[in-house]
């Protein structure tokens, strides 16, 4: 069994003459989330360069972050309304795009795609709510029929709902990417305490750092790690507590000579509890 690694976010880059995870083997790292919005990218072509690519960088892509069309607004405010499944407006071409994101999961031979869902109703009786765990349903199951896991990302929905909606969608092939940092960004619980909750479906986790809301309106702010509040020397044991073996995704929200700094410091923070 493959144990706990140290991995990075990595964009499905476009340059015909630099092999897509050139930068993950420099930070001397073996895995990584591969992460694109565009789906006109998600081609049997792309597929055989990353698939190429892969073996020849001696990276290995543990799942498919799959972004959305449409728009999106990432506060406490237009959030509810713009992101993921939620909106009744947007579900259908999501819905498409999520499921040709599958397509291309199983094309590169990752075993999940992963995405926000939204601000998942708190309220079952919400107006939304049924119809976004239909649309989340759909997506599951298509994703089911392929062999491939959906994890939802964490942060935009409390511990509890996501747990709630894991359930109610039930098709067996559900998980969680555990950003703890956006669990704080988005106000909705201590991470730590957050795997009581969520622990036995974490399937990947996002090694990322922030801090609380100052405002209603807000995320908190995103820290480079080790510099938010979030307590990777007790996250990571207690994940391992879960039997988690997965990934520790780093992932820094910034572009940049900083962002490599960051991520550089990120691999020196993690490598000793690992």
Not at 22 to 49: H, I, S
Not at 107 to 124: D, M, Q, R, S
Not at 184 to 201: R, T
Request: hydrophobic share 40%.
């Amino acid at each position: 069994m493959r144990g706990m690694e140290i991995g990075v976010m990595n964009s499905l880059g476009k340059e015909p003459g630099r092999n897509i995870f050139a930068e993950v083997a420099e930070f001397g790292l073996k895995v990584c989330q591969l992460v694109n919005w565009d789906p006109n990218l998600w081609t049997e072509e792309m597929a055989r360069r990353v698939v190429r690519d892969s073996k020849a960088s001696g990276v290995r892509v543990c799942a498919l972050w799959t972004g959305q069309p449409g728009p999106a607004q990432w506060n406490m405010v237009e959030g509810h309304t713009t992101l993921g499944l939620v909106p009744p407006e947007y579900r259908e071409m999501r819905v498409a795009a999520l499921k040709k994101g599958a397509d291309f999961a199983k094309w590169i031979g990752v075993p999940a795609i992963i995405t926000h869902c939204g601000f998942v109703p708190e309220e079952p009786t919400h107006p939304f709510h049924d119809g976004t765990v239909a649309a989340i349903r759909e997506v599951a199951a298509y994703c089911k029929q392929k062999g491939l896991g959906f994890w939802f990302e964490s942060g935009q929905e409390t511990p509890v709902t996501l747990l709630r909606t894991i359930e109610d969608v039930g098709t067996g092939n559900l998980g969680v990417n555990l950003d703890p940092a956006n669990l704080l960004m988005y106000g909705n619980a201590n991470p730590i305490d957050a795997l009581d909750i969520l622990g036995p479906y974490i399937r990947d986790v996002h090694a990322k750092d922030g801090d609380y809301p100052t405002d209603g309106r807000r995320l908190g702010p995103e820290k480079a790690l080790g510099e938010g509040r979030v307590n990777f020397p007790v996250l990571v044991p207690k994940l391992k507590s879960f039997g988690y073996a997965g990934s520790l995704t780093i992932e820094r929200e910034i572009s940049g000579p900083q962002q490599t700094v960051d991520i550089r410091k990120a691999i020196g923070v993690l490598r000793p509890l690992v």
